[in-house]
């Protein structure tokens, strides 16, 4: 193998890249001519090719959620991540709704109550991990509401109860005299 000895460089004065000294009059030249320095980033890009670069690359942008303007480069990152109108879910409900929204939705969402099914207590969805791990599946059968009724609230309960069975029942009969009729009618008649 044979190795080549070390050239002298020289620092182009356009687009600071270390250029064998040999070759550096003409680099220098072609550079300056089709090269250009983005004032942003620093890169070096060709000349015709420079605008159309800003465009797609710096040119300030609108988010489509919220519209917030920034680079384009890091539009991705924003809508992805840090934009408050992106849309996430809630982690008790499972509800889509923009993130801006979400610790106001939250803080109702997991203050609600949810009936265990192992021991028939109410429990919040933000408790709901910790009751699982330690819930001994015993039902409390005094569990059936979290305040108590009143006289007047459980005799209006049983009131509802009896209207609701009466609408049952004159419903099933209602069925079975219109089947009664329908069949009386259906039935060909022996009359000559």
Do not use: W
């Amino acid at each position: 193998m044979t190795t080549m000895p070390d050239q002298a460089t020289s620092i182009c004065p356009h687009c600071d890249r270390a250029i064998p000294a040999a070759n550096i009059d003409l680099h220098s030249v072609h550079c300056a001519r089709n090269l250009e320095k983005c004032k942003l980033c620093g890169d070096m890009v060709p000349k015709i090719h420079a605008q159309d670069r800003y465009l797609n690359t710096h040119a300030p942008v609108a988010c489509s959620l919220c519209s917030e303007t920034m680079e384009r480069n890091i539009l991705y990152i924003h809508e992805g991540g840090s934009c408050p109108q992106r849309i996430v879910t809630c982690e008790f409900c499972e509800f889509p709704l923009p993130a801006i929204d979400l610790p106001e939705h939250q803080e109702v969402c997991g203050n609600r109550t949810e009936m265990c099914d192992l021991c028939n207590k109410y429990v919040r969805p933000r408790e709901r991990y910790n009751h699982e791990f330690n819930c001994n599946g015993i039902q409390d059968n005094a569990a059936g509401s979290s305040r108590n009724e009143r006289p007047a609230e459980r005799d209006a309960n049983e009131s509802s109860k009896r209207r609701l069975f009466f609408t049952i029942a004159i419903t099933g009969i209602a069925v079975i005299l219109g089947s009664i009729f329908i069949q009386r009618k259906a039935e060909p008649s022996n009359v000559h």
